[in-house]
């Protein structure tokens, strides 16, 4: 009897457990990777942009207050630079062709940027069948990095004599080689989930990170001299004793003199991605 009433007791809890268990899923956890698609101010030129891609990877934590709200946390990388091709057609185009360009050897040849971010904020999930559609909104901070693009200009006669470096970075009251620091941001996007079993999950996201701040840069144009340099000394050797390679000396350039400084305004532009992502609710 008393095993009988154990039985059924078990029994009426599993059944209940199994029930307030499967009402819904209260966690999520979602892993994405992706790409970003975005735009790149030319500092110099005021108000030109040039075309910048890269990659997105993130990971989020979702918990679920009732079946459709929810708060999340999200961490993520993001990357885009605008390729060097492109950056410097761009720049010949707007000098009417009247100039080439060339990156330094030692880089980087163009802009680009890097970001590490952690958001939380609100989620709410609609269901039909096996699709979820959330959309979500939250604000948070990122580690911002920005390469200063470096490059040289040459006329397209091909005087070589009037080769002038550009260097671009930003300008805080002085000239600063590098730009790194933390900025606050928002968080907006949308996933599509269907799930693939009881627990599993594929989807898609569609994210835009918003940067609540902007900067100022500095163009800075010197003359440059002829300067060879030997690079690699080990590399030199070997070549000239196996193969007969007269490598010892390798085309380089210095900046001289400074002939012109421009102050530009940058705006730090928002980031759209596309995600696809794998998940676990439980």
């Known amino acids: 009897m008393k095993r009988s009433l154990l039985v059924a007791l078990l029994s009426v809890m599993t059944v209940a457990a199994g029930a307030q268990k499967h009402e819904f899923s209260r966690n999520a956890i979602d ?10 101010d030319m500092p110099e030129y005021m108000g030109k942009k040039a075309f910048a891609t890269g990659a997105d ?27 060097s091709a492109l950056y410097f057609n761009k720049l010949e185009t707007l000098e009417n062709n009247q100039y080439t360009y060339e990156g330094f050897k030692t880089g980087p040849e163009s802009p680009g940027r890097l970001f590490y971010g ?14 979820s559609f959330i959309p979500r909104v939250g604000l948070g901070v990122t580690e911002y990095h920005s390469k200063n693009n470096r490059y040289y200009r040459i006329p397209a006669n091909g005087e070589e004599n009037k080769r002038q470096a550009v260097i671009v970075g930003r300008y805080d009251g002085e ?18 989930k269907y799930a693939v079993g009881e627990h599993f999950n594929i989807g898609a996201d569609l994210d835009l990170t918003m940067f609540m701040s902007n900067s100022e840069c500095a ?33 380089d350039y210095k900046s001289t003199d400074l002939v012109n400084e421009i102050h530009s305004h940058k705006i730090i532009p928002p980031v759209p991605s596309v995600q696809f992502s794998i998940g676990w609710d439980f």
Do not use: H
């Open 175 to 192: 000239y600063v080689s590098s730009d790194s620091r933390v900025l606050p941001a928002i968080k907006a996007g949308m996933q599509f």
């Open 118 to 131: 952690i958001f939380a904020g609100g989620v709410y999930k609609y269901d039909i069948g096996r699709w």
């Open 31 to 40: 892993i994405g990777m992706g790409a970003t698609f975005s735009y790149i």
């Open 219 to 251: 163009v800075r144009t010197y003359n440059t001299s002829y300067d060879p340099v030997i690079k690699d000394i080990a590399s030199v050797i070997i070549n000239m004793l196996l193969f007969m390679i007269p490598s010892a000396v390798i085309e």
């Open 57 to 83: 990877f993130g990971m989020r934590y979702s918990r679920y207050f009732t079946k459709e709200w929810g708060a999340f946390l999200q961490g993520e990388i993001k990357g885009n630079s605008s390729p």
